[in-house]
């Protein structure tokens, strides 16, 4: 048998709670070895929980890691948004990560958030990175399903939430039309919908955004799945929907120079929006009409081939 390969998770987090556990777990069961997990707050009550868990690095975004972000490559790019824009903190510390995992030994990285989980039917994630060593490649691309919460107050979104959206182009591959089938006055996703991705951790690489890495010297030998896949429980549960956006406070429409609204990222803004004037109905009302669904449409949905449900109870066991 191959030796084990040290698979590492790369992830920003703010205040996760007993989730953590879960994720790390999961992700163990699956094959994964190292956890990078970059506290956004230094303070965060929850770094101590996860410096307890195995293979878990926990780092504070303190002053000092701060201070050792002028280095990177992306701090010019970012330093001007770090206070009012988590995805500027995000990519630095995204490369601030890589970097670690290249001192630590890790052989491939893998960048997620708390509310991800990366798929595999087989749940062997050691063979698929060797099937990517074997064939050549440096990164390994992961189309994104996004969840459809049925509930309102949700724990554990990663125990309790199996239904997702499926991926835009795999319903194209799949002749799936959702004109006159997916709700009227909903989006289709939400959030992002390009995926996230895998790479080897070789010297020279750096993260292009929170999606893609990228080589100094070009682009990576890469290739695209739907399986393995990413599990985004996107604010599944509205204290997590809360959680979301009281952390993210008023935030501009303008993000890092690109216009929210033109990028289509309306649910974010509105739920801002009720938050900043303290409309705590509103805020409820955009949960329930924009993120979760009731039964009888979920299950019609899933008639239509618009939704999948996963079964990820044998990968979250202990």
Sequence with gaps: MADAMRLGIVSMMRD?????KTFVRYHRNIGFTDFIILFDDPEDPDIELAASLEGVTAVPVDQKVREEWRQLRHYDQ???YLDDTVGARQLLNIEYGFNLALKMG?????????????YLKNGDGQSHIRSLEEA?????VYHNYEAVPHSFEIENYFESVDTFKKPIPLLKYQKIERQGIWPSGRRYFNFYNNGKAMTKVLPGIFPLGAHRWIHENGPLDKIIFYNPSILHFSVCGYQHFEQKYRHRGNF?????????RKNGATLDLDARDAYASGNLALARELYQQRVMMQSPEIERLLEAGLLRRFQLSKFLLL
Excluded: A, N, T, Y
């Design 78 to 80: 970012c330093k001007d």
């Design 136 to 140: 050549g490649k440096q990164s390994g």
């Design 106 to 118: 890790v052989d491939w990285l893998l960048h997620i958030d708390i509310d991800e989980l990366f």
């Design 252 to 260: 501009s429409d303008v993000r890092m120079q690109k216009d929210m």
């Design 16 to 20: 996760p709670g007993e989730v953590l």
